[in-house]
């Protein structure tokens, strides 16, 4: 089954004042809690899972500048009350439902994490493909 939304409720970020030289960037999603939730519009209930992003930027072990995003996945599954049942005894969730949660949580993070850090005047967390001259090469036809 599907994750059906990303809903954000939480956006923070703040930067030191010398951000030069070599940064180290780390990305950590974390699933918090998992309830029931009734999807109104499907009329079906789902899975509210809460998550907390951050976004770490650091220079010789020191912290310069952060940007956290917290939020809620919806995902229908079609055993709800198992998997709830789960987490509450073990804080897990199956492969087939943290994979796609996981990665609904870095796309919609990273791409709000892109925007702020533009904002704030640090590098993006991922690194863009960059164009490169294309090499005169030589080719040999024989």
Do not use: H
């Not at 809903?7 to 923070?12: A, Q, V």
């Not at 780390?26 to 998550?51: Q, Y």
């Amino acid at each position: 089954m599907p994750v059906i939304g990303v809903n954000l409720r939480k956006i923070d970020s703040e930067r030191e004042d010398d951000v030069g030289g070599n940064l180290k960037v780390n990305n950590t999603p974390k699933i918090k809690e998992v309830k029931m939730r009734t999807v109104g519009s499907l009329g079906k209930e789902a899975l509210s899972i809460d998550f907390d992003y951050l976004c770490e930027y650091s220079k010789d072990d020191e912290k310069i500048a952060e940007i956290e995003i917290g939020g809620e996945v919806l995902f229908l599954t079609d055993d709800p009350e198992g998997v709830l049942e789960n987490w509450e005894e073990n804080k897990d969730l199956p492969d087939e439902i943290v994979v796609p949660v996981i990665n609904s949580i870095m796309r919609k993070s990273l791409t709000k994490a892109v925007d702020i850090s533009e904002s704030l005047q640090i590098p993006p967390p991922i690194r863009f493909p960059k164009a490169k001259k294309k090499a005169d090469s030589a080719r040999y036809i024989g």
